[in-house]
């Protein structure tokens, strides 16, 4: 087998495992088993977890996605060990990484997926770096400004983004990052 599809089958699977454990915790806490905590905790390192800036999974009068917390626009402090909340009668759990997290990872995979039908899985030539700036720009200007009001600074003090904000940007730069780190890994190790 090609070195160049042992690397592409390797960087899909990675993704595949990590989206699959991302989407498999919080259906694991609902079990109530100590793994759920243990999940939790291994995908700290990678998300700051705050449930106001995550999606849940609720369980009452069936199962369905949606914010952990109504989006109002106002900065939630000290909220990441939450990971539960009831609305409307539903008790939800959330993903162990934010909305804006689950974008990137999440189109990291559908942008590999799509990548053999733009390029050949052996390609080492890099795309224009200005093509993932543009791709990454929206993210970081909504996570900037955030983090600014977060801390008090500037005209934006009191923005909170948005779940579905987070999520469109997110993936945004999540699905471009794959058409780079695939030549990138392909310069490598192919």
């Known amino acids: 087998m090609e070195r160049s599809k042992i690397?592409?089958?390797?960087?899909?699977?990675?993704?595949?495992?990590?989206?699959g454990l991302v989407t498999l915790t919080p259906y694991i806490a609902f079990s109530?088993?100590?793994?759920?905590?243990?999940?939790?905790?291994?995908?700290?390192?990678?998300?700051?977890?705050?449930i106001?800036?995550?999606?849940?999974?609720?369980?009452?009068?069936g199962t369905w996605l949606g914010d952990c917390t109504a989006q109002a626009g106002v900065y939630v402090p000290n909220d990441r060990l939450n990971v539960s909340e009831t609305i409307s009668g539903a008790l939800g759990y959330k993903f162990p990484v934010c909305a804006r997290d689950i974008g990137i990872y999440l189109f990291?995979?559908?942008?590999?997926?799509?990548y053999p039908f733009v390029f050949k899985l052996d390609e080492?030539?890099?795309?224009?770096?200005?093509?993932?700036?543009?791709?990454?720009?929206?993210?970081?200007?909504d996570g900037t400004v955030?983090?600014?009001?977060?801390?008090?600074?500037?005209?934006?003090i009191g923005y909170e983004s948005t779940n579905l904000l987070r999520l469109i940007t997110g993936g945004m730069a999540g699905f471009a990052v794959s058409f780079y780190v695939i030549p990138i890994l392909n310069k490598m190790f192919g």
């Open 32 to 50: 109530d088993l100590p793994f759920a905590k243990g999940l939790y905790s291994a995908f700290s390192p990678t998300c700051h977890q705050k």
């Open 124 to 141: 080492k030539r890099i795309l224009p770096p200005i093509l993932l700036i543009i791709a990454i720009l929206p993210l970081a200007i």
């Open 52 to 61: 106001s800036r995550s999606l849940c999974l609720f369980e009452g009068n």
């Open 146 to 156: 955030q983090l600014l009001s977060d801390i008090g600074i500037g005209p934006f």
């Open 108 to 114: 990291m995979l559908i942008g590999a997926i799509a």
């Open 7 to 19: 690397i592409y089958g390797l960087y899909v699977g990675f993704l595949v495992v990590f989206m």
